[in-house]
């Protein structure tokens, strides 16, 4: 398999990330947003998970945004501090190609740089295996599923809860 380019997001990218979210809210159940958010709305994601300290990838393939995963503040409150969410959303040509799992290892990676010690994954809807497959591939475990708390596209989803350490996780306090 060919090497996949991945390096930090940066401002120049959110035209494409905006494209690849829009599908995504629009045709998926990976989010649970309805309508999906304009260029700028992105921007000002973009910008809060920069200034935190929080990675945020591109995957570029011949010059072309294919897919971006980011690690974001998994709730608000302190004591959540080193734990942290992660999303990863790829181009509808693009999938099943091993981006998602490129992505995935490096945000990973730079989670444990950045001295966090526990990932999140909320995946949308139970059916998405691709997702939870990728994510217990990449050393996570169930944590459980709430059943029927989102409704998108006249059905009922569930949110399945994933969770993976990071670094020395919990043997140590930070």
Same mark, same amino acid.
């Given at each position: 398999?060919?090497?996949?380019? $991945?390096?930090?997001?940066?401002?120049?990218?959110?035209?494409?990330?905006?494209?690849?979210?829009?599908? *995504?809210?629009?045709?998926?159940?990976?989010?649970?947003? $309805?309508?999906?958010?304009?260029?700028?709305?992105? !921007?000002?994601?973009?910008?809060?998970?920069?200034?935190?300290?929080?990675?945020?990838?591109? !995957?570029?393939?011949?010059?072309?945004?294919?897919?971006?995963?980011?690690?974001?503040?998994?709730?608000?409150?302190?004591?959540?501090?080193?734990?942290?969410?992660?999303?990863?959303?790829?181009?509808? *040509?693009?999938?099943?190609? @091993?981006?998602?799992?490129?992505?995935?290892?490096?945000?990973?990676?730079? !989670?444990?740089? @950045?001295?966090?010690?526990?990932?999140?994954?909320? $995946?949308?809807?139970?059916?998405? =295996?691709?997702?939870?497959?990728?994510?217990? *591939? *990449?050393?996570?475990?169930?944590? @459980?599923?709430?059943?029927? =708390?989102?409704?998108?596209?006249?059905?009922?989803?569930?949110?399945?809860?994933?969770?993976?350490?990071? @670094?020395?996780?919990?043997?140590?306090?930070?």
């Amino acid at each position: 398999m060919i090497p996949i380019p $991945i390096r930090p997001a940066e401002p120049p990218d959110l035209a494409a990330i905006t494209l690849i979210y829009e599908h *995504a809210v629009r045709h998926g159940t990976a989010s649970f947003e $309805i309508e999906p958010p304009s260029e700028r709305e992105m !921007a000002q994601r973009y910008e809060a998970l920069r200034v935190g300290a929080y990675p945020y990838l591109v !995957a570029e393939l011949d010059r072309e945004i294919v897919g971006y995963a980011y690690a974001a503040p998994y709730r608000a409150r302190p004591a959540y501090r080193w734990s942290v969410e992660d999303s990863i959303y790829i181009a509808p *040509a693009m999938q099943r190609r @091993g981006i998602g799992r490129a992505l995935l290892e490096r945000l990973i990676a730079e !989670a444990e740089a @950045g001295g966090f010690r526990q990932m999140i994954a909320v $995946i949308g809807d139970s059916a998405n =295996v691709g997702s939870i497959e990728l994510h217990r *591939a *990449a050393g996570f475990r169930m944590v @459980g599923t709430f059943d029927n =708390v989102g409704f998108k596209f006249g059905r009922w989803l569930d949110s399945v809860l994933m969770q993976r350490p990071l @670094g020395i996780g919990a043997t140590a306090i930070p």
